[in-house]
């Protein structure tokens, strides 16, 4: 954790440079820090995942229209502020990146934050932990 999974309409897949957006959102989830200075998120346990809706219809169906949905999913204990922040950020740099498209048409960014504070089962296996956290 945390996992970060984008929902989109079709059409962005051609229309926006998805796997550059997976990198930015990644990178600024790694920039985090809480008023201590230390890492909201862990470098190992930080994923970003994109999908294209198999089946969609976004508002009237009478225009060009697209959305994309990013759901955050983080372990509880996290300020307010934090969630706040990490918020502000990855909408931002969604903006940032879909600006050209947002530019020519209408698309809907929906950004939302849940704290898995209500586990009844997390089991984890990673290779990828050790990689960064060996000591400097």
């Known amino acids: 954790m945390p996992h970060l999974v984008l929902l989109y309409t079709p059409d962005l897949e051609t229309d926006a440079d ?3 957006l997976c990198r ?3 990178d600024s989830m790694l920039e985090q820090r809480d008023t201590s200075g230390k890492a909201v998120f862990p470098t190992g346990g930080t994923r ?3 999908y294209p809706a198999a089946h969609c219809a976004v508002a ?5 229209y697209g ?14 502020e934090v969630h706040q922040q990490v918020g502000d950020q990855l909408l931002q740099v969604l903006k940032r990146h ?7 048409r209408p698309i809907g960014i929906t950004v939302q934050i849940d ?5 009844v089962y997390d089991a984890k296996h990673s290779t990828l932990h050790p990689l960064f956290n060996r000591p400097a």
């Open 24 to 26: 930015a959102l990644a």
């Open 18 to 20: 998805l796997p550059g």
């Open 98 to 104: 879909l600006d050209p498209l947002l530019q020519q």
């Open 60 to 64: 009237d169906g009478k225009g060009d």
């Open 115 to 119: 704290e898995s504070n209500q586990q």
């Open 48 to 50: 970003v995942l994109a």
């Open 67 to 80: 959305f994309l949905y990013a759901n955050l999913r983080m372990a509880s204990g996290r300020s307010a």
